[in-house]
């Protein structure tokens, strides 16, 4: 029975990969799927956004896994993955590992058609990512992307926010491609990483406008981790400045300096978070 199951889901994946059009029913449109390591994956959300420098980021959710592409445009063509390459592919399990074709050994490839009906993405893909310092990889194969609508930005924590955080590690911006923020058990956890790097921000559900000290443990805490090293901070602000309980928002201001042997110094960090 399970190796009957397996095939039919195998099956199902091809069918979409050699003709999108002909093979996915009216349930499954738009879509994004692919066969992950050998499993099948499919988004419950999905979106298009347009940003300001031409390019397009595609997002595909389901409740414990994210996947996102940022392509240089949404034009017809081929892009490929991989590191250097200014295109990247992104894979998230349940906010917490981060797969990215930028990572290691990262390759793949992205390919658009034109968006038919307008204002839809449709395209193929494949890809091969990595956690940093190579410690796993995952694949998808046979991916799909079909008649995916244009859109507001979506993420974990809502379908119709998305979080924002931005901030300058060393004097060099940290921009980063994935942002993550959970409710861990009363504490909000914000990790935010363009796979390489992160900076992970902790502090209290409860939390109110004001302004709070970040230490190496407790109720606030903050990290910057380089190649999969975390590196806590031993000194450092986090200013509050709006607070949404209802919506699950929290927007603030935050610097830390971590300590040795890096000595990080994280200054002119701002963030808006959806949890």
Do not use: H, W
Request: a negative charge; charged letters at 10%.
């Amino acid at each position: 029975m399970r190796l009957i199951k397996q095939l039919f889901i195998y099956s199902l994946a091809l069918f979409a990969f050699t003709a999108c059009e002909d093979n996915l029913e009216d349930d499954n449109i738009p879509a994004i799927q692919a066969v992950r390591n050998g499993d099948f994956f499919k988004s419950t959300q999905m979106t298009a956004v347009a940003n300001a420098d031409g390019s397009v980021t595609i997002t595909g959710l389901n409740r414990i896994e994210q996947l996102q592409f940022n392509l240089e445009s949404a034009n017809a063509g081929t892009y490929p993955l991989g590191s250097g390459s200014p295109n990247e592919a992104v894979y998230t399990f349940n906010n917490t590992d981060v797969y990215s074709t930028n990572e290691g050994a990262g390759t793949g490839q992205v390919v658009l058609s034109a968006g038919t009906p307008a204002g839809t993405l449709t395209g193929t893909f494949s890809f091969v990512s990595y956690l940093p310092m190579n410690a796993d990889s995952l694949y998808m194969r046979q991916g799909v992307i079909f008649q995916v609508p244009f859109g507001s930005p979506i993420g974990p924590g809502s379908s119709a926010t998305a979080s924002s955080l931005a901030a300058d590690v060393d004097g060099v911006a940290f921009t980063p491609t994935v942002i993550s923020p959970i409710n861990a058990g009363g504490s909000i956890v914000v990790n935010a990483s363009n796979g390489a790097n992160s900076i992970v921000l902790t502090f209290p559900e409860t939390i109110t406008v004001g302004s709070y000290t970040f230490a190496s443990s407790g109720m606030y805490t903050a990290n910057y981790i380089s190649g999969g090293t975390p590196t806590p901070a031993i000194s450092g602000t986090l200013d509050i400045t709006a607070v949404d309980a209802v919506a699950g928002s929290v927007t603030g201001t935050f610097s830390f300096m971590t300590g040795p042997p890096n000595d990080f110094n994280i200054t002119n960090g701002a963030f808006t978070v959806f949890y």
